[in-house]
């Protein structure tokens, strides 16, 4: 069946397209900063808001219109494989992402439940040697049901701990026999709503000897995909245990977990935190635990975890910056946690929005290798630092001052020399560049 018949094969066409159906700017074969862009820009589709999502919300039920949804069971999550190979091929996307209910329906047991994804996964694994689109990740959905009210693996109920262990102990199978890349825990539930009736720190120690477990697994099955951590500082609880990257960084050193795990950072998750999404990129990029990213934005007037599809080419670029300075994601991708809005209901509507996420980084990634190419920030920032390269800065970075000889220094100072920061040079650098993109073609 044919899924999507108005729509085409998604081919590069050039900024001045007035096609609907073509990239205007990624190009996957032009090299930058050395690399094809697709080695740069290894892009993902979510499989839950693109072949899952019916774009209801608190106030209102679905809109989506899908041409698979007429299916229900595992009739439907049968449909959704054809509908997401077709929606693969045609984009030409080189990686897609799953939570294990997103392809198959659970059962009334763990045992059913596993079972509907032997079919489904043995399905899917039938596509993908026909398709070049890999499985970037996939991950264990602990969060949704009423089991999981209290938390998962830092419940309060050791049933649950079990169940939640035994949905990754079968999404870490899955993603062997699929050949995922990668293997994500977003902790839905795993934080609390209030300090009144909560142990912080059995709840903490649990967690810590669960993803130890999934390692030991992970090791015992020949299982070698990176293991990342999605950090989210509220939405559904109200304080979530990896509430960014600093303190998911803590946590995993606190528990000798550092040596397993990278980080999954999502932009939208990141202003929620009250961060930018480039300080989460940075902070791991120099903490060397910088593993994939899920490409996407907030809204700045609302207060929530929106999802929208990136098209702000600032951070897009300030992204990519952080990005290349990182050599790259390695393993990980840029996978679209996005919807589309409740009023983009039609099927055509998901192509729109993802090459509007898929231009948006690639316009990010040139402007980026362009300002790195010519030094722009870093000039800025080498020359602002200056003063740790001769002298006594010099000598404070190779650890020879201590206090006294510090305040030897300090004590006859009669002026400081400051120096402009100069952001509004690199915000108008950043501007010009972004407009010299277009104009290049």
């Known amino acids: 069946m044919n899924y999507f018949p108005s729509v085409n094969q998604v081919i590069y066409e050039g900024p001045k397209s007035t096609n609907p159906y073509a990239f205007k700017f990624y190009n996957p074969k032009e090299t930058i900063g050395g690399k094809n862009m697709e080695d740069y820009l290894r892009f993902a589709v979510a499989y839950w808001h693109t072949f899952t999502e019916d774009l209801s919300d608190?106030?209102?039920?679905?809109?989506?219109?899908?041409?698979?949804?007429?299916?229900?069971?595992m009739d439907l999550a049968k449909a959704r494989v054809e509908a997401a190979f077709e929606f693969f091929e045609k984009l030409n996307v080189p990686y897609f992402c799953f939570h294990d209910v997103d392809i198959a329906p659970e059962g009334e047991t763990l045992r059913e439940t596993n079972q509907n994804l032997d079919i489904i996964v043995s399905m899917i694994k039938d596509?993908?040697?026909?398709?070049?689109?890999?499985?970037?990740w996939n991950t264990a959905n602990n969060f949704t049901h009423p089991r999981f009210?209290?938390?998962?693996?830092?419940?309060?109920?050791?049933?649950?701990?079990?169940?939640?262990?035994?949905?990754?102990?079968?999404g870490l199978e899955i993603g062997k026999e699929l050949g995922g890349e990668n293997y994500v825990f977003w902790g839905g539930r795993e934080g609390y709503e209030t300090l009144l009736n909560t142990d912080?720190?059995?709840e903490l120690d649990n967690l810590g000897r669960f993803f130890h477990m999934a390692v030991d697994y992970a090791k015992e099955i020949g299982f070698d995909g990176q293991f990342l951590i999605e950090p989210k500082p509220k939405e559904p609880t109200t304080h979530q245990y990896d509430f960014d990257v600093a303190s998911g960084y803590a946590f995993l050193q606190h528990y000798d977990l550092e040596d397993y795990f990278k980080f999954n950072i999502e932009a939208n998750h990141a202003t929620l935190a009250g961060h930018t999404f480039e300080h989460e990129l940075h902070y791991a990029r120099v903490n060397n635990i910088l593993g994939s990213v899920d490409a996407n934005q907030g809204h700045p007037l609302l207060g929530?975890?929106?999802?929208?599809?990136p098209t702000d080419l600032y951070s897009t670029t300030l992204a990519m910056y952080e990005i290349i300075k990182n050599g790259g994601l390695?393993?990980?991708?840029?996978?679209?946690?996005?919807?589309?809005?409740?009023?983009?209901?039609?099927?055509?509507?998901?192509?729109?929005?993802?090459?509007a996420g898929m231009d948006s980084f690639a316009i990010g990634l040139k402007?980026?290798?362009k300002l790195l190419d010519?030094?722009?920030?870093?000039?800025?920032?080498?020359?602002?630092?200056?003063?740790?390269t001769h002298g006594i800065g010099l000598n404070i970075v190779k650890e020879k001052m201590d206090f006294c000889k510090l305040e030897e220094h300090a004590l006859d100072l009669k002026e400081i020399n400051q120096q402009s920061g100069q952001l509004e040079r690199i915000k108008a650098a950043i501007n010009q560049y972004l407009l010299t993109i277009y104009s290049d073609h």
């Open 58 to 73: 608190p106030f209102g039920s679905g809109t989506a219109i899908r041409p698979w949804d007429k299916f229900t069971g």
């Open 127 to 136: 596509y993908m040697k026909d398709s070049k689109t890999k499985l970037l």
């Open 149 to 170: 009210i209290h938390g998962a693996a830092s419940s309060n109920n050791a049933d649950v701990f079990a169940y939640a262990a035994a949905k990754v102990k079968k």
């Open 200 to 202: 912080m720190k059995l």
């Open 304 to 309: 929530w975890d929106t999802d929208e599809f």
């Open 330 to 355: 390695g393993r990980g991708g840029l996978n679209f946690d996005a919807k589309v809005r409740r009023g983009s209901f039609e099927p055509e509507d998901l192509f729109h929005a993802h090459i």
């Open 367 to 369: 402007v980026a290798q």
């Open 374 to 388: 010519d030094q722009i920030i870093e000039n800025v920032v080498n020359n602002r630092y200056s003063s740790y």
